[in-house]
Every structure is written in C-alpha cells, then in structure tokens.
C-alpha cells in the first residue's frame, strides 16, 4: 500500500487507524513542525517508534500528534532496528488523546523543554513534596533545562513537564525563558492536494497484499489529484493522425478495400511514428488502419 501525504487532510491518528485495520507492516514517517520521527508497525499492530528524544511508541506517538501540521508518508516491509513490546494501535491512542487532554494546561506553564529552571529564593509557608518531587527539585540546583531534568531522570516530555508545572504551582520553581540553544522549528512543505492509494473495500474486509495495483484513490477522504492529461500541442502529430484518417476515409471509405501499396508505406509510416506496431508483411484494409489509428491515440 503506498499511502502518503499532508496531516491537515488526513490526521495521524486516522493513519494509524487505517495502518492496523489492514494490517500492514512498515515505517510510518511524520514530519511536523516541532518533530519528525517513525513509527513502525507489524501486521497493524505498533512495534516501534522514535521521535524527538525518544524511542517508546506512547511517547513518540504523543510527540507526532501534538501538531496537525506536516507530512507523512508509509513505506511497506520496513523494521526497527530494535523492534519494541507491540502495542495495539487502539490502546496506544487511548492513551496519547489522555496526554493530549492535559497537555495544553501543561504547554502553557512549560512551553518548551529548553526552558531554563531555577528554585525560588524563598519557599511561601510550608511546602510538602512527593519523592518524585524532590528528584526534579534536586537536579535543578543553580538552574537546568526541562531537557535536562528528562535526560537526568530518564523521563520522556509529558511527565517530565507535568512535574515541573506542578512545582511552579507549588511555589518551589520558576519557569523561565528557553535558552539559546533550543533549535528554530519551521513549517514542513506541505501539499495541498494529496493522493492516498488505500483499499477501496471497507476496513472491515480482509487486507489485501501491498501492491499499488490492488489500490485504488479514496476520493472521500482526501482531495485526490488527478492525472493531468497533457495536451497535445505537437503539431506534426496531429497533422500525422489527419492523414492517417484521411488515408483510411478515401474513396468512399470502403473498410474491406485494401490501401494502394503507396498508402501502406505511409500509413505504416504513420503508425510506427505514433507508437503503434503494424503488422509486418501484411497488407493493410482500411478497416485495420481505422482501428490502428485508435491504438496509436489510446497509447499515445
């Protein structure tokens, strides 16, 4: 199955729907604005996926659905180099869309994880922290970055955000600008009509194999592009075609009667130059060269 295209059209989590209904196995690429990454599945179901720092599915697959702007595009039968424990696609959404309910609150206190950390100078009033608190609190020291905080941790993005926004809140640490060195996100290029070659059946029936030719547009879910059909501007060629008509259109046009042995040199010559094969040896009727005219244009 050849499947790629813009998220705007066509979601990613409606990607991953379609990639374990029909069971396919490859490498899922995605490219947004503040991630690119992979997701591998095997016969529908996530066995691997990376992005941003990290290589566990939920956190890879959280990463790449926090924007719906960006590319995608599946290529079949490829693997992770470390394949992970498979999850099913369905479990894996259930619990990025959590992440995501929460994620909004969480961005608007910790906006960027090269944000630069600092203990406040006083505590007000009494202050209770969790152990999972203090090991946050206790990596800040003079200042770090969030980024640091999930490297020293082993953390991935949300939990290590979620902590430090519950800090601010508690009063204990202060959020500030990100630093210097968090890197310059841009737009990826997107386009705006993309074509999918999925199943035309339903996802209900069974998968068939991966062969763009087994495939067909899905025209309901996406602008499809449709083939532009170069014009024939060529005058030569239309001239060639005129002749060719009026060769086999002489005399009445009389389709059993054969061409003089001048016309079946230059309609051969026509022909051949359009692409068409002429049978050899044979002598041409007006009848064969009607219909060796419409092979020529058909291929043409």
Known sequence: MSLQGSLETFALRDVLHLLSATEKTGELQVRTKRNNGCLWVKSGVLVGGSA???????????????????????????????????????????????RLGEWREIEAVVPSTYCLLHLVPEIPGEVKLSPEDWEVVSRIGSGTKVLDIMRSLSIDEFVACKRVKHLSEKGVVMVGAPTDDEPLFHEPETETNVEFLVPTEGLDSEPE??????????????????????????????????????????????????????????????????????????????GALLKLLASAQTSA
Request: aromatic share 4%.
């Open 209 to 286: 194999a991966d062969n763009v030719e087994d495939v067909a547009p899905i025209s309901h879910l996406t602008p499809v592009n449709e083939p532009e059909t170069e014009e024939v501007d060529d005058a030569e060629t239309i001239a060639r075609w005129d002749e060719i008509r009026r060769i086999a259109e002489a005399d009445g046009g009389d389709l059993g009667e054969d061409l003089t042995p001048e016309e079946q040199v230059r309609a051969k010559e026509l022909i051949e130059a359009e692409g068409a094969a002429t049978p050899e040896g044979e002598v041409i009727n007006r």
């Open 52 to 98: 941003g720092d990290s290589n566990a599915i939920v956190d890879s697959v959280f990463a790449l659905m926090r924007s719906n702007k960006g590319t995608f595009s599946f290529i079949a039968d490829r693997a992770p180099a470390e394949p992970s424990l498979p999850l099913e696609v369905a479990a894996v959404l259930v619990d990025v869309e959590l």
